[in-house]
């Protein structure tokens, strides 16, 4: 079974210019995340999202950032206009649904490297 | 709000030697999950072991162990008989069961292990 797919896994680009994102969870897993490490620290979560509902959007900042899941199946991450501190590596992860452990952990990506220059 | 603290930015241990990585929480939910996720190099985060609060016993998984004190609010994983490929990061995380922390892994800043000959 394939785990989550993410793309592209290395990305550089110039402060101001756009840039997306993008995630396939695994087949069937309702729930899926965006988080955001930065270097040296761990993932903190960006927005999580119920099938096709946004439901924990609290850290995303929104005056740049923005998510998607039309469908409830994959996603897109953008930033624009992209910030020098916007440098880090964004993950994607997915779960069946909550995080109990009869339910499942977290399968996450290996991660979006994004260099802001 | 949910806190997860890791002491150690980097750990060494021989290969063959048992290690101890350290993790202590804080949390306002009384119930409650507990995770430790392993980041090699690649990038992506692996699911390494889970302990529920009202567990009443220390959750295993192979050469992982958790020494889950709740007293002491710490969750610290025991990996067993070190191998080379267990260099990496490691990275302990919580979720609460209530709106807003449920579905939610807060993590920690994470701890280096270098296994050596």
């Known amino acids: 079974e394939a785990g989550v797919v993410q793309s592209p896994r290395y990305k550089i680009i110039e402060k101001k210019q756009p840039v997306a994102f993008w995630c396939n969870p695994i087949s069937g897993h309702n729930t899926l995340y965006w988080y955001l490490q930065n270097l040296g620290q761990g993932p903190e979560l960006l927005i999580r999202?119920?099938?096709?509902?946004?439901?924990?959007d609290s850290q995303l900042p929104k005056d740049r950032f923005s998510a998607e899941r039309l469908k409830g199946v994959d996603s897109t991450l953008k930033i624009q206009p992209a910030e020098l501190g916007d440098s880090a590596v964004y993950l994607c992860?997915?779960?069946?649904?909550?995080?109990?452990?009869?339910?499942?952990?977290?399968?996450f990506g290996e991660g979006s490297r994004l260099t802001v220059l | 709000a949910q806190k997860i603290t890791q002491t150690q930015p980097g750990m060494f241990v021989q290969e063959k030697e048992a290690v101890t990585l350290d993790c202590t929480y804080d949390t306002s939910d009384p119930s409650y999950g507990l995770f430790w996720y392993k980041q090699p190099s690649s990038g992506e985060m692996i699911f390494l072991i889970y302990q529920g609060s009202y567990d009443q016993q220390n959750a295993t998984e192979g050469r992982y162990s958790l020494n889950f004190q709740k007293a002491r609010k710490s969750a610290n994983l025991v990996i067993s008989a070190s191998q080379l490929g267990d260099s990496a990061m490691y990275f302990c995380a919580m979720s609460g069961v209530y709106t807003g922390t449920a579905s939610k892994l807060t993590f920690g800043t994470g701890t280096r292990l270098q296994v050596t000959l």
């Open positions: 992860a997915s779960s069946l649904g909550g995080l109990a452990r009869s339910t499942g952990e977290l399968f």
């Open positions: 999202y119920e099938n096709e509902e946004a439901v924990d």
